[in-house]
């Protein structure tokens, strides 16, 4: 029996099977450091501990994006490790703060499978959770890759596909405990603008651009412990090229929309997303935002935002992501809808 894991193909992959990932992972002081220098993140909430305490939290948590990046490695050895392409996520919810010493580790239950017409990959549908060192759910969300088949000649499975939400319901969104925006500090979280601010429809270029390092993305990849072969190894892909990571990718835009949405602090739903198009080393990322909704929460002062994060590379058309066919333009890299929080 061969001792090297190769990986699971679509046709390993069975309706109902729970996968416990390796390796638990204690996040450290040093995860937010690095994470910083590879993004332009600047969230007061998740830079500073002083300000974090003011809004009710024992201190500032680790950055969303890095709790989802790590439960999301976990993943890929067991899930993503012969992928083609990662499709898409749904009914992701962030349910309690993660805080620096915290130990995650993920468990993925195959919720759907679809052999695709070719026969030779399929599309595998995974429900992920990520708990800490005491057991508790931190994070959760739905996601589908496509995945090659090992053996052409293994018979389709019969095709199951989940029904999954289009929009997390306002009422299913958590909020952590204690948090409260009512003494919240306008000076130092680096923008004015508060959700009475904000109209349903309003766009927002966030103006800066950021051009994608090879040794940024293998730095970070590496990071989250995703050892996804389209991310390292040149040959695995006909044109030669690495692709880069599309979490490098969400938490560039996510830094990126800061410039208009410093006050939007925690994400705390993922409704939908879609890494439209390849990204490579040498692109320009853009950004901009539509916001899609607005809710109030039980938390004192704190609202929810609803926002479509559009993540474009140079030469996209401005605010438009589709063309009349229905389908993404290909300078559109990244099309998020999450939910955030943010002071009334």
Not at 30 to 51: C, I, Q, V
């Amino acid at each position: 029996m061969g001792k090297t894991n190769p990986g699971r193909f679509f046709e390993d992959y069975k309706l109902g099977d729970v996968i416990r990932h390796a390796v638990p992972r204690t996040v450290a002081e040093g995860e937010r450091a690095l994470y910083h220098a590879l993004y332009p993140a600047r969230h007061a909430l998740y830079s500073s501990d002083e300000f974090a305490a003011a809004c009710g939290l024992e201190g500032s948590p680790i950055d969303d994006l890095i709790a989802f990046h790590v439960v999301f490695g976990k993943t890929v050895p067991d899930v993503s490790l012969n992928a083609v392409a990662n499709l898409g996520y749904a009914e992701g919810r962030w349910l309690k703060p993660v805080y620096p010493g915290d130990t995650l580790r993920s468990e993925s239950e195959v919720i759907g499978v679809k052999q695709n017409s070719n026969g030779k990959s399929g599309v595998v549908y995974v429900r992920t959770r990520g708990l800490n060192q005491v057991g508790e759910t931190v994070l959760e969300y739905v996601r589908w890759v496509m995945v090659r088949k090992g053996d052409l000649d293994a018979p389709a499975p019969e095709t199951v596909l989940p029904d999954l939400a289009s929009v997390v319901a306002p009422a299913d969104l958590v909020i952590p405990e204690g948090l409260s925006f009512d003494d919240y500090d306008f000076d130092l979280a680096g923008e004015p603008h508060r959700w009475g601010d904000y109209e349903i429809g309003e766009k927002i270029d966030h103006v800066d651009g950021v051009t994608i390092e090879e040794a940024e993305h293998m730095i970070a990849t590496r990071l989250w412990q995703n050892t996804a072969k389209v991310h390292f190894d040149a040959t695995f892909r006909e044109d030669g090229q690495r692709l880069i990571y599309g979490g490098h990718v969400i938490s560039m835009a996510r830094a990126l929309s800061f410039n208009g949405l410093a006050n939007a602090q925690m994400i705390v739903a993922l409704n939908g997303g879609a890494h439209a198009n390849p990204c490579f080393s040498g692109d320009t990322v853009k950004a901009w935002s539509e916001v899609l909704d607005k809710a109030e929460t039980g938390a004192p002062g704190v609202g929810a935002i609803r926002l479509r994060l559009v993540a474009v590379k140079q030469g996209a058309p401005e605010f438009a992501y589709k063309g009349e066919d229905g389908k993404y333009l290909p300078e559109v890299l990244l099309d998020l809808d999450y939910w955030a929080l943010m002071p009334i």
